[in-house]
Nanobody
């Protein structure tokens, strides 16, 4: 079983920054890829960023150059640094991590709101 605790969401003006954190715990956690997804009201959940166990990253095109995913394996934590935020970044952000047996676990979601 894996438990994920997300934090760092909030409200920010366009152009501002937020840093999301997701801390994983539990005996079943492994060091496979860690990911951030987001879901806006009425829209499908989309993959925002992912990072492999070796630190290789990828991003959806809309956030490239603005968001940075990173991980601290010693702390079982994945981060998403979000800069130059836009209104279209408004969504609930979910972390997603792997566990033994190929299972994936989701965080509870943290709200990010970008508005003037």
């Amino acid at each position: 079983q894996v438990q994920l605790v997300e934090s760092g969401g909030g409200s920010v003006q366009p152009g501002g920054s937020l840093r999301l954190s997701c801390v994983a715990s539990g005996n079943m956690f492994d060091f496979s890829a860690m990911k951030w997804y987001r879901q806006a009201p009425g829209k499908q959940r989309e993959l925002v960023a992912a990072i492999t166990s070796d630190g290789i990253t990828n991003y959806t095109d809309s956030v490239k150059g603005r968001f940075t995913i990173s991980r601290d394996n010693a702390q079982n934590t994945v981060y998403l640094q979000m800069n130059s935020l836009r209104s279209e970044d408004t969504a609930v952000y979910f972390c997603n991590v792997g566990a033994t047996g190929g299972r994936r676990y989701w965080g509870q979601g943290t709200q990010v709101t970008v508005s003037s």
